[in-house]
C-alpha cells in the first residue's frame, strides 16, 4: 500500500504561481511512477503530467506545457508540481497519483494505469 497527501493547493490570481506537493509513504517511493491529474467541475478527470521513477523522463499535457514542471525527490518521497502563468482553467482539484513499475524510465499518462491516489487539493486561480 501507498499513502499519498497532496498539500499547497490555493487560491491564486490569473498570472501567479503555486507549487503542489505530494507526499508518499508506505512503500519505496522510487519504485513508483508518480502523475498529476485534475478534475474541475462539471468535467472529468484528466492528466496534466508524470515522471518516471527515476526521474529521468516526464509528459505533460499540451495545455500545461511551458508552464507547469513536474519534479521527484526520491529521498524526500516527495513529488512536485510547479505551477507557473497560472490561467482560470487550470481551476480544478488535483490527484497526485501512483504506479508501481519495474521499468525506471517509464511513465504513465492513462488514470487507468495507476494504483494509487491521493484525496486531493483545490487549486482556483481568479481572472
Known amino acids: 500500500q501507498v499513502q499519498l497527501v497532496e498539500s499547497g493547493g490555493g487560491l491564486v490570481q490569473a498570472g501567479g504561481s503555486l507549487r503542489l506537493s505530494c507526499a508518499a509513504s508506505?512503500?519505496?517511493?522510487?519504485?513508483?511512477?508518480m502523475g498529476w491529474f485534475r478534475q474541475a467541475p462539471g468535467k472529468e478527470r484528466e492528466f496534466v503530467a508524470a515522471?518516471?521513477?527515476?526521474?529521468?523522463?516526464?509528459g505533460c499535457a499540451d495545455s500545461v506545457q511551458d508552464r507547469f514542471t513536474i519534479s521527484r525527490d526520491n529521498a524526500k518521497n516527495t513529488l512536485y508540481l510547479q505551477m507557473n502563468n497560472q490561467k482560470p482553467e487550470d481551476t480544478a482539484v488535483y490527484y497526485c497519483?501512483?504506479?508501481?513499475?519495474?521499468?525506471?524510465?517509464?511513465?504513465?499518462?492513462?488514470?487507468?494505469?495507476?494504483?494509487?491516489w491521493g484525496q486531493g487539493t483545490q487549486v482556483t486561480v481568479s481572472s
Open positions: 497519483a501512483a504506479v508501481y513499475t519495474s521499468n525506471s524510465g517509464r511513465y504513465y499518462y492513462r488514470e487507468s494505469e495507476y494504483t494509487y
Open positions: 508506505g512503500r519505496a517511493f522510487s519504485g513508483y511512477a
Open positions: 515522471i518516471s521513477w527515476s526521474g529521468g523522463n516526464t
